[in-house]
């Protein structure tokens, strides 16, 4: 079992309340929490594939991964206990859906770290549920509320989109680079000069707005798209068909459902997890790349010019280059070559 974030021991100071309800966890709960806990019937459905992966094998069937909860999802329960994310709008869309199945009568309890926003839950939540603040310790809060009417909701109000010249790119709530093309972003398709060939893995894709224009500019190429979002695949999907391209989208927590090897990695590798900032998962994709790329295939990411990516890059390839930046980001490639033959343990 792993341990605990403060938002799940507030939680569990309140057990009690919960050994004869029907709860269902969902929202950015972190931990294993929900196979921990005592009640008449534990469900939990998150939005995250990395979450699922860690429950899974505990909770089997009782844990669900998709964008949008349905009434398999809920089944019979007349509790929700919701961890809020750090994205305001995204809770307010997987609340919308969750209420939406949840019966009139049932109890809602909405917990979260302050720094997340959870303490704006009562202002952006006012249309569907009233709240109250039950609780704090440790920088979380707790609010509970009674669903006191039927809450209707529509997954198509939701999406958005903006436009990379003349290719469309659908967004979602939570979905990174939701309001336009990102600054990183703009500066890693701006690396590519030349002709694209072979197979293209886009991991961390978002939007899908990398492998959108990448394929406009090379639409030679087999590109395979993965992220842990399902908001994500989801958006993904959508601009991939817009925009009539064909390629493999999956859920994969980086490597975790990978299969082969690739021409080019390309990446905007997130560098927070959760709320803190981490390089863990940028490290993951680059010390994984060594073993999903072909003799000259290439990593490409983009990152924060502050961040000691090069380091890490000459330690598994050997060395890297800097193809483009500015005041913020740079562009760093480096080639899986003949001669690069570091030892696993170097790399791991």
Not at 293 to 314: C, E, M, Q, S, T
């Amino acid at each position: 079992m792993s341990v605990l974030t403060p938002a799940s021991e507030m939680i569990l100071r309140h057990s009690n309340e919960f050994t004869e309800r029907r709860v269902l966890f969902a929202g950015d709960w972190q931990d294993t929490l929900p196979a921990q806990f005592t009640a008449t019937t534990v469900l939990a459905h998150t939005n995250q594939y990395h979450h699922w992966q860690l429950l899974k094998p505990i909770l089997e069937d009782k844990v669900t991964f998709s964008f949008s909860a349905d009434k398999k999802s809920v089944a019979d329960c007349n509790t929700l206990i919701y961890f809020w994310p750090k994205n305001k709008q995204q809770a307010q869309f997987q609340l919308s859906n969750l209420l939406a199945l949840f019966p009139v009568g049932s109890d809602i309890f909405i917990v979260g770290e302050n720094r997340s926003g959870v303490r704006s839950a009562e202002n952006k939540l006012w249309e569907m549920l009233e709240l109250s603040k039950i609780d704090s310790a440790r920088r979380c809060s707790l609010y509970y509320g009674r669903l006191d009417k039927k809450i209707k909701h529509d997954n198509a109000i939701w999406w958005g989109h903006y436009h990379v010249d003349t290719r469309i790119i659908k967004t979602l709530p939570g979905v990174f680079s939701r309001d336009g093309l990102d600054p990183g972003s703009q500066l890693l398709l701006s690396s590519f000069t030349e002709q694209v060939k072979g197979k293209v893995l886009d991991i961390a894709c978002g939007t899908g707005v990398l492998a959108c224009v990448l394929a406009h500019h090379s639409p030679q190429i087999k590109l395979t798209l993965s992220d842990v979002s399902a908001a994500a695949l989801e958006a993904s999907r959508a601009t991939l068909a817009i925009n009539n391209i064909n390629a493999e989208v999956i859920a994969s927590n980086l490597y975790s459902d990978i299969k082969g090897r690739f021409d080019l990695i390309m990446a905007n590798p997130p560098f927070h997890d959760g709320l803190a900032i981490s390089l863990h998962i940028a490290e993951r994709l680059i010390r994984g790349a060594y073993d999903h790329l072909r003799i000259g295939g290439k990593l490409r990411i983009v990152a924060n010019a502050f961040l000691p990516y090069p380091a890490l890059l000459d330690a598994v390839f050997g060395s890297h280059q800097v193809l483009a930046q500015n005041s913020r980001f740079k562009v760093y490639q480096a080639e899986l070559s003949h001669q690069c033959d570091l030892s696993s343990e170097h790399r791991q």
